[in-house]
């Protein structure tokens, strides 16, 4: 079979152990770790999840390895815990047994103690340990590591690789970047110490040169040790490139495999993590410099999901591995369907960061595009119907497009009906703002999947009670969506005046001085791109705060990119009347200003299509209603009940 991307699908050997191709699954924290510190089956199945779907290797994430100066509610492995090494040994064994390398990231929090606990509060009852004493942006005291507890903590390493290995674990990740333990000790920022491990960059490489070689001589040789590093923690007072090279160098002798990131986490998340306002691989370039001066395999990771990009990257050699996490959240699949020709199939990462909040808000996990995250133990197989049914799915937004995918894929004959000339729903207006292109994809993706699973798809066709009753069918998922919220304000009918769902439609209309009127999410994005462009842009918002309907990992994102980008903010103020000059709004106190612009963009807001659901709610003997025709949501939410609800009919 010829690979249409030869060299992202060709099988690498590091140290004794060779890996199926190039794509691995970066490190993802786990979903359900038990009040003892072991891996919940529900972790298991998620990190299962991606070896069935072909990456190469899959790590497990974080183990912590010195609990005793570490108070992180994160994996333990130790032989004293009941369960602990049987959950590791049983995590291994899961992801092995479908072909993939099990690994496992050790790790140490060091002054950040405390991150991963949903209740922040606690963290005030933990002790903080680093290289220095400080105090913390939060305020939490920092005290210095003594050299006692350095070489405990170092032992502690090696002790937690050999059960490692023991459990069935065939590679390590040593997490060395990020702004945790080792990462601390290797920066200038805040390593401040005065003794052998402080001062001169061979004294800061010191710990983690340490932490290698206890490990390697706890696993042996031939035994891969991956070692994950920022290549620079681009911030001022952290290392650079150039130091992030010569830290590589003096480190390659004791690895196998170096996995370059980039900056520091509680200084720069979405440097860390790459957000939808910056290209992907935007830290590439970091691996491929480091490569040049290494003599041992380098991979690179950062909001890569496109095989045309990770295929380059190989083939000209900035980086021998690629490493994805939120990408393999969005399609586990990603790698069988590059290995098979299918890339075409790919669902891609929206960088929307639904993933890493919800883990922050509520301890699980969840993507907006693929409905199986978190859930894993419901059962990951799309299991045939005992009877064939005729399904009518109303609506080809992302909800309907779900469920008629699988619906399909349970063998029931599926008919989807749109009213527009084009599937996608609200997805096909993001067409028009690059940074959200990948939205419009989706609705692109799901429209080509649906077509592929068999579903009859029809067009300019207005789903109505007489409809649904002449097409006689068993079941009927109403997918209606939402409609643009339009108050009755003087002048926001007028010419002047774009709905934001319709901006990609009427882009040309938006003059040089524009006043978006609604700061919610939409609205806030739809300024970002209007002012990347050049505009003069007013951001108008009746409450105190913008973007509320955010989520908590991209919220902080956007509202810096709105300041970055010289929006001129108007918070407390209400639109009252529209006129050719702008929108007249008033303040808190009642009084009356002129928020300049020649054109306003319309986005306060959607709410559901419920007199359609009404009238269809009768016309069949299954009806299910999903998304936002229930109430205005979100994308994940409109996905995840299409999927269920498909499942539901019988």
């Given at each position: 079979m010829e690979r249409k991307y030869p060299n992202l699908c060709k099988p690498i050997k590091i140290g004794n152990v060779y890996f199926r191709n190039r794509m691995f699954s970066a490190p993802m924290g786990g979903t359900d770790i038990t009040a003892e510190c072991t891996i919940g089956r529900a972790s298991t199945a998620f990190y299962e999840l991606r070896a069935k779907g072909g990456a190469a290797a899959v790590t497990v994430s974080e183990c912590m390895v010195h609990p005793e100066?570490?108070?992180s509610h994160a994996f333990h492995l130790d032989l004293k815990t009941v369960g602990s090494l049987s959950s590791f040994t049983y995590t291994a064994d899961a992801i092995r047994r479908h072909g993939a390398i099990a690994s496992v990231e050790l790790s140490h929090s060091g002054q950040y103690a405390g991150t991963y606990l949903t209740d922040k509060d606690k963290k005030r009852g933990l002790a903080q340990w680093g290289p220095s004493a400080g105090v913390r942006p939060d305020g939490l005291e920092v005290k210095e590591l003594t050299e006692e507890m350095i070489a405990d903590i170092v032992e502690a390493y090696g002790k937690c690789a050999a059960l490692a290995k023991r459990a069935g674990f065939e590679m390590v990740m040593v997490h060395g970047g990020h702004g945790w333990l080792i990462n601390q000790f290797l920066s200038p920022y805040f390593n401040k110490r005065k003794d052998k491990y402080?001062?001169?960059?061979?004294?800061?490489?010191?710990?983690?040169?340490?932490?290698?070689?206890?490990?390697?001589?706890?696993?042996?040789?031939?035994?891969?040790?991956e070692f994950r590093m920022s290549g620079s923690e681009l911030f001022e007072g952290g290392y650079d490139l150039e130091e992030g090279i010569q830290i590589a160098k003096l480190l390659e002798s004791r690895i196998d495999l170096l996995h370059v990131s980039a900056g520091t986490y509680q200084r720069g998340f979405a440097i860390t993590h790459p957000s939808m306002f910056v290209p992907h691989g935007c830290n590439v370039y970091l691996a491929a410099e480091i490569k040049k001066h290494v003599n041992i395999p380098v991979a690179t990771v950062g909001a890569l999901n496109?095989?045309?990009?990770?295929?380059?990257?190989?083939?000209?050699?900035?980086?021998?591995?690629?490493?994805?996490?939120?990408?393999?959240?969005?399609?586990?699949?990603?790698?069988?369907?590059?290995?098979?020709?299918?890339?075409?199939?790919?669902?891609?990462?929206?960088?929307?960061?639904?993933?890493m909040a919800e883990r922050?808000?509520?301890?699980?996990?969840?993507?907006?595009?693929?409905?199986?995250?978190?859930?894993?133990?419901?059962?990951?197989?799309?299991?045939?119907?005992?009877k064939q049914r005729k399904v009518l799915v109303a609506g080809g937004g992302p909800g309907g497009l779900e469920a008629a995918i699988t619906a399909a894929k349970r063998g029931h004959k599926v008919i989807l009906c749109e009213k527009s000339n084009e599937l996608g729903g609200i997805l096909k207006g993001e067409r028009a703002i690059p940074f959200k292109h990948e939205m419009y994809e989706l609705g692109v993706t799901l429209a080509k999947l649906a077509e592929d699973a068999g579903v009859e798809i029809?067009?300019?066709?207005?789903?109505?009670?007489?409809?649904?009753?002449?097409?006689?069918?068993?079941?009927?998922?109403?997918?209606?969506?939402s409609e643009p919220i339009i108050p009755q304000i003087p002048g926001l009918d007028g010419d002047n005046v774009i709905v934001v769902n319709n901006y990609y439609l009427e882009k040309n209309k938006v003059t040089d001085e524009v006043v978006v009127l609604g700061g919610g999410l939409a609205?806030?994005?739809?300024?970002?791109?209007?002012?990347?462009?050049g505009k003069t842009v007013h951001l108008v918002e009746m409450r105190e705060e913008l973007a509320i309907d955010a989520n908590i990992r991209h919220r902080p994102?956007?509202?810096?990119e709105i300041q970055k980008c010289n929006i001129n903010v108007h918070t407390g103020y209400k639109g009252v009347r529209v006129t050719e000059e702008g929108v007249i709004c008033v303040d808190v106190n009642g009084e009356e200003h002129l928020v300049p612009g020649s054109s306003v963009i319309c986005a306060l807001g959607q709410k559901p299509r419920r007199d359609i659901v009404d009238e269809l709610i009768d016309c069949a003997p299954h009806v299910a209603q999903i998304g936002d025709c229930v109430k205005a949501s979100t994308i994940t939410t409109a996905i995840y009940q299409g999927y269920h609800a498909a499942l539901d009919i019988n």
């Open positions: 100066t570490d108070g402080g001062g001169s960059l061979e004294n800061r490489v010191r710990f983690a040169q340490e932490v290698l070689d206890s490990i390697r001589k706890a696993v042996g040789p031939g035994f891969p040790i496109d095989p045309e990009m990770m295929e380059e990257i190989i083939a000209s050699g900035k980086a021998d591995v690629v490493e994805m996490a939120r990408a393999l959240l969005a399609d586990h699949e990603l790698p069988n369907k590059i290995m098979s020709n299918r890339d075409k199939d790919i669902v891609k990462c929206l960088r929307c960061f639904t993933c922050a808000t509520t301890s699980t996990r969840r993507c907006t595009v693929n409905p199986l995250i978190g859930r894993e133990l419901d059962g990951t197989e799309i299991i045939p119907a005992a029809r067009l300019n066709t207005t789903v109505t009670k007489e409809y649904v009753e002449k097409e006689n069918v068993d079941a009927l998922i109403i997918a209606v969506g609205g806030c994005e739809a300024a970002i791109h209007l002012a990347r462009e994102i956007l509202l810096n």
